[in-house]
């Protein structure tokens, strides 16, 4: 429900870059991710994946990730699987299972200063590292941009898993505050959310 924490994805040194990048204006998703990992929580480490699977909507969406604080190696943070952008889009289980990753992938990581972002397209593979410190906590956050003439899922303009509706989210905000529902201003193709689709087909 911070305030700061849905600003900071719109903040003009991010966007920037990305409107560079796109050469258009840029839409940045309403749904934000907050990212925490305990010491030893290996099992809550996430597997590689391409962004793309969740995301859906334009392919040409890039993930700007954000440590909360510094991120060093052994607090983990996150890799990329170097060129593996150009291999498409893949199965998502057998990314996940490691069956599709080589053995011979490099696997490309440094360690983050509060301040720093990491810009991937949303067909790179990557994945999360390991906490392995005995008492810090891991804090990161991830947004999603892409063209605003692209279209967007409909998922991607609700609350992160649905743990919450918008309402809840601004219940403390100003009322006539310019980042409340601020998509809705913003013409653009929403298609009908991805995994809703999905599961009908499969019924």
């Known amino acids: 429900k911070l305030r700061l924490f849905h600003e900071l994805p719109h903040h003009e040194c991010i966007v920037s870059?990305?409107?560079?990048?796109?050469?258009?204006?840029?839409f940045v998703h309403p749904r934000h991710i907050l990212h925490i990992v305990f010491p030893g929580g290996d099992l809550a480490t996430t597997p590689p994946h391409q962004d793309f699977h969740p995301v859906r909507g334009a392919q040409n969406t890039w993930t700007v990730w954000t440590p909360l604080g510094d991120c060093d190696a052994e607090l983990?943070?996150?890799?990329?699987?170097?060129g593996s952008n150009r291999r498409g889009f893949l199965k998502d289980n057998d990314v996940r299972s490691w069956n599709l990753i080589q053995d011979s992938t490099e696997w490309a990581?440094?360690?983050?200063?509060?301040?720093?972002?990491?810009?991937?397209?949303?067909?790179?593979?990557?994945?999360?590292?390991?906490?392995?410190?005995?008492?810090?906590?891991?804090?990161?956050?991830?947004?999603?941009?892409?063209?605003?003439?692209?279209?967007?899922?409909?998922?991607?303009?609700?609350?992160?898993?649905?743990?919450?509706?918008?309402?809840?989210?601004?219940?403390?905000?100003?009322?006539?505050?310019?980042?409340?529902?601020?998509?809705?201003?913003?013409?653009?193709?929403?298609?009908?959310?991805?995994?809703?689709?999905?599961?009908?087909?499969?019924?």
């Open 17 to 26: 870059v990305l409107e560079t990048l796109f050469d258009e204006p840029v």
């Open 76 to 82: 983990g943070g996150l890799a990329l699987a170097r």
């Open 109 to 203: 990581f440094n360690p983050f200063k509060c301040g720093d972002v990491l810009m991937f397209h949303s067909l790179t593979i990557h994945r999360g590292r390991d906490n392995l410190t005995r008492d810090r906590i891991r804090f990161a956050t991830s947004a999603r941009y892409q063209p605003v003439n692209e279209p967007v899922d409909e998922a991607a303009l609700g609350v992160h898993m649905g743990c919450a509706k918008w309402e809840e989210v601004y219940s403390g905000w100003e009322t006539d505050d310019p980042l409340k529902y601020y998509w809705k201003s913003i013409d653009m193709e929403v298609e009908p959310a991805y995994h809703r689709r999905a599961r009908k087909r499969s019924e």
